[in-house]
């Protein structure tokens, strides 16, 4: 059955802090993975990651795929309580269907 | 260019009424898909419809049906709704002959069976 874990469920930090997102899956046929920021709202796309090692960025937000250990790490450095949010990691098979992995929810603390 | 749209935005049912939520999309995407989302749970998918005039049966299909009306519209139906079914609701989007695999959200419908 297709899996998709994240930790840690939840997070709890300072401003400044940096953190790292994990991210590891057990999908047959893997075609891409996605990460993407929930506020109180939609999910809004963060980062689609296809090769393993090559790290996308995007300002203070970078993530990179390991497609041999299958995992993924989404990294934020210098938090700002902006970051708050639930962080959803999602594979994508071959057939197009995204599996969702539970969440991590970080909280930001001034 | 309003993207995906949801309604209602919040409803709260009794156990055994029924209701149908509506998504729309105006990005011509062929592939839409109905997602539920429970504390701890992620997003779980319930249907899917790759291509107008086809639906298919996700992770969580029980106590729902869906009706791809057209290509922007897809609607989900619950008969007999049940608490179980309290959740948030998400409609998304996407075409699967680009490149990227983004599915672009609606926002929600807040749904509470008592």
């Known amino acids: 059955e297709d899996k998709v874990v994240q930790s840690p469920l939840s997070l709890v930090v300072h401003e400044g802090d940096t953190v790292t997102l994990n991210c590891s899956y057990e999908?047959?046929?893997?075609?891409?993975l996605l990460w993407y920021k929930q506020e109180k709202k939609a999910p809004t796309f963060l980062f689609m990651l296809?090769?393993?090692?090559i790290e996308k960025k995007s300002g203070r937000l970078s993530s990179i795929l390991d497609k041999k250990e299958l995992f993924s790490i989404l990294n934020i450095t210098a938090t700002q309580t902006g970051d708050s949010a639930i962080y959803l990691c999602?594979?994508?098979?071959?057939?197009?269907?995204?599996?969702f992995g539970q969440g991590t929810e970080l909280s930001v603390k001034p | 260019n309003a993207g995906v749209t949801q309604t209602p935005k919040f409803q709260v049912l009794k156990t055994g009424q029924s209701m149908t939520l509506q998504c729309a999309q105006d990005?011509?995407?062929?592939?839409m898909y109905w997602y539920r989302q429970d504390p701890g749970m992620g997003l779980r998918l319930i249907y899917y419809?790759?291509?107008?005039?086809?639906?298919d049966k996700g992770e969580v299909p029980n106590g729902y049906n869906v009706s791809r009306l057209n290509k922007r519209e897809f609607s989900l139906r619950l008969e007999s709704a049940a608490p179980s079914q309290t959740s948030v609701y998400f409609c998304?989007?996407?075409?699967?002959?680009?490149?990227?695999?983004?599915?672009?959200f609606g926002p929600g419908t807040r749904l509470t069976v008592l």
């Open positions: 998304a989007s996407n075409d699967r002959q680009q490149p990227t695999d983004t599915q672009y």
């Open positions: 419809s790759a291509s107008e005039g086809t639906t």
């Open positions: 990005m011509n995407h062929n592939s």
């Open positions: 296809t090769s393993s090692g």
């Open positions: 999602a594979v994508v098979n071959q057939g197009g269907k995204l599996i």
């Open positions: 999908v047959t046929n893997f075609r891409s």
